[in-house]
Structure formats: C-alpha cells, structure tokens
C-alpha cells in the first residue's frame, strides 16, 4: 500500500466490506488514499472504529473523520429513529427505498469528499456505491453519480481550470461475491470491517439485518470462508 | 410573514444582506421558511448571531444551524487561515478566484439543504447566489446551480417520486442596488444583517473589505440610506 507517493485520491471509507475493498482498489491502481468517514450520530460506533482498523491495516496516507449531526435534519433507521428490519428476503431487501435510507446521503457525503479534493488539489475521489444490491437507494446509481460528476465540476476551481474531477464507482456493476474475490486477489483483511447495520460495540454482527445478509451471500456465492465476527455464534 | 402555514421551503441563511432578502422573497411567495445555517468555523460568530436575529425577525418557521467542521479540510480565509483583503477596487473584486473561498462550499450547504427538504417532504430550496457581483466563485453560476438541480432529483426519493425539486435563486441576475430595493419593498431590515468578512463580535462592520465594499455601493446606487454600524464611523 502506499503512503503519498501516487496521485491522491479521496476514498470515502464506512469500515464496511464495500469500502474496504474500494481503498485496496485504489491503491492498486496507484494512489495515495485520503480516506474520508463520517460521524453522523450512528447508533453504534462500530462502524467508525472498523473505519480506524482499515485505515490503519491498509497505510493510508491520511484517514480524516468529519463530525456531522444530521440527526437534527434526518429520521432514519441508521440514526436512531427507526428499527432495523431483520431476516428479510434478498426480494423484500430489493423492493423500495430501505427504512435505513439516510436523506441525501451519499449526496452530502461526496459534497464534502469534493471540498477535501479540491483542499488538496485531488481530482479522484473514490465511492463503494453498487447498483445491484442497494437498487432501492436513488443516490447509489450510476445516472446519480454522473449527476454529480458534472455539478462537481462546474462547482470548483479544479473542475473549472481545465482538470477533471472523476468520480470512481469500481463496484457499481459487480455482485458481492465478485467484490469479496477481488478484495482478497488484493489482499483485503475482512475481518475487520463492519458492515452490520446492528452491530456491537466490538464489531460483531447481528446475521440479519439486510447488510449482513448481503454480506453473508457475498462470501457464500464467492466461495470465500466468511470471517465476520457474529455474536451467538462465537460465544 | 408566515409561519408553517405555506408550502415549506429551506433557505440558506448566512445573516448578510442577500440570504436575508432570500427570506423575506420566500415569504412573499407564501412558504413556510426552514431556515438552514452553518457554524463552520468562521473567524467570528457575528455572520450566525445576524442569522438568529433575521429569523426572529421574519419570524421563520424554524432556524437549524448545523456544525460542520470544514476546517480539517479547507484553507480560505473565511476560516482563519489567511488575509481578508481590504480595500480593493471594484475591478479587483471582480477578478479571478477570491481568496475567501471555501472549498465546494455551495455544494456542501445545498446537500445539506436538500437533506433537510428530504427529511420535511420540501421540495423547494432556495439560495442567495448572485452571478453579477461575485463572479470569481464558480459555485455561484447559473449553470452549477442547474446542474446542482439535475443531481438533486437523481439522489433523492422525493425526486424519483414524480416530484420536483427546485434550487431557486431570486438574486442570481440582479445589482446589489436592486436587491436593497427589492429587500426595503418587502419590510427587510438591514440593519440586523451583517456582511462583512471581518465584522467584530457585535456585528460591526469594518467597511472596507470586498463584502462591505459590494453592500456599501448596493445602498449608494439603490437610493437607500445605509443602515450598516460600521466601525470607528459609530464610536
């Protein structure tokens, strides 16, 4: 992994399996990583310290958390507002806008990945967004990045002064098991990411919750032994 | 001025001249105004203690300030890390990039609004943007602000849901001349409002940065007495 030598890029990092792997992505393909993660009143602070445990495990150059109460402006399940459906079918976890949908979301969080971009005269900012399993969130699709490609570029003195920003979505079109195999060929530790929407304090998941269930038929259908830490089944 | 019985509509109210017009235009066209500001280290707190008298003044339906450290991220001198210019002709202004830049700061406070809309079931938004007196910002054009539109009724439920979100921007083509005008037409009081880039903590203005020289001249060519307390012209 390297550490400032590369072009820099800002990868935003939840400490989830899907941004995990994007950070070993892009390293592979030569950047310097600013890692990007937020603390948005998450229920659990799990999240956040698998955030700390990737970057570290993973020599990013810098990991910069930006403190975000969005819990005054949103009502989502990931906030505190709501419950955490659990044992849902992969159709049921397909249909709809998800109860755990945070207002704008990825909106929000790229707008502040492009001010640190433009900070540091990136023009590459890297986000673990994916078609295929989150169909129901509209900020996760591919006519939604574009959006914000182009308003990303008529919004700053980088997009404006001849460069380009891109925004890099490597898993938009791949299924978890093909990014759980392209991880490991990278040499992704998931053991210490947490993806559960329920987890503890210490990282163990709950096993079903809709992000653990995706996660679990990633490793399934990728014929890759599941690392992750559930509780009940460990103690 | 209404409260709650409109049509809801964020409005990004920083406590200078222009946001506070924004607000009193809103009313007039019969929204219910959720007023959004943003504590992100400013030199001084004069511009968000302008913010919460104009509110009250115009009797808001509600006044949200959000924290955003934006300074582990940004260099500009709105957040202390450099000079305010004084004194520049009006030509200098107009030139290039100003150094009181924030990075993407439109984009960020407009992602943060559309959360809030989002969250209210709003789907009207309105910002201060004006293309003539401050053209060395990008994020204050016409086109990022379409574009900025586009990508808001792609990232959210509200506008994949047969709705429509709009980013209105009543100022973007007038004179600060006309915006004092129309301002004084609607009941504004402009002397509670603060614009300066280095007012003191009471909201005293220092009369000769690119801020205080645009409103200055907006009052002379409008007609309009200024109410502005300037320092050292009031001690």
């Known amino acids: 992994m390297s550490e400032g030598t590369g072009k820099k890029a800002i990868v935003l990092l939840s400490g989830g399996l899907d941004s995990t792997t994007v950070v070993a992505m892009a390293h592979a393909q030569g950047y310097a990583v600013y890692a990007l993660s937020f603390d948005y009143g ?15 495990s993973q020599n990013v150059a810098q990991h910069a958390i930006i403190k975000l109460d969005l819990a005054a402006l949103a009502h989502s399940a990931l906030t505190g507002k709501g419950d955490v459906p659990k044992d849902r079918s992969l159709e049921e976890i397909g249909e709809g806008v998800p109860v755990t949908y945070v207002p704008a979301r990825n909106t929000v969080f790229l707008s502040l990945a492009l001010a640190w971009a433009e900070s ?20 996760c699709r591919p006519e939604f990045i574009h959006a914000f490609e182009t308003m990303a570029n008529l919004a700053t003195k980088i997009g404006t002064d001849g460069q380009r920003i891109t925004i890099h979505t490597p898993l938009i079109s791949m299924t978890k098991a093909q990014i759980v195999q392209a991880g490991i060929a990278l040499g992704v ?45 460990t103690e």
Do not use: M, W
């Open 42 to 56: 998450q229920v659990h602070k799990a999240e956040l310290h698998a955030a700390a445990r990737v970057a570290k």
């Open 120 to 139: 540091l005269g990136a023009t590459d900012i890297f986000i673990g967004v994916n078609a295929l399993d989150y169909s129901g969130y509209p900020d």
């Open 189 to 233: 530790d998931y053991s210490i990411t947490t993806t559960c929407y329920d987890a503890s304090d210490d990282g163990a998941a709950c096993g079903s919750c809709d992000a653990c269930l995706l996660r679990r038929r990633g490793f399934e259908e990728g014929g890759i032994a599941d690392p992750t830490l559930y509780r009940g089944l």
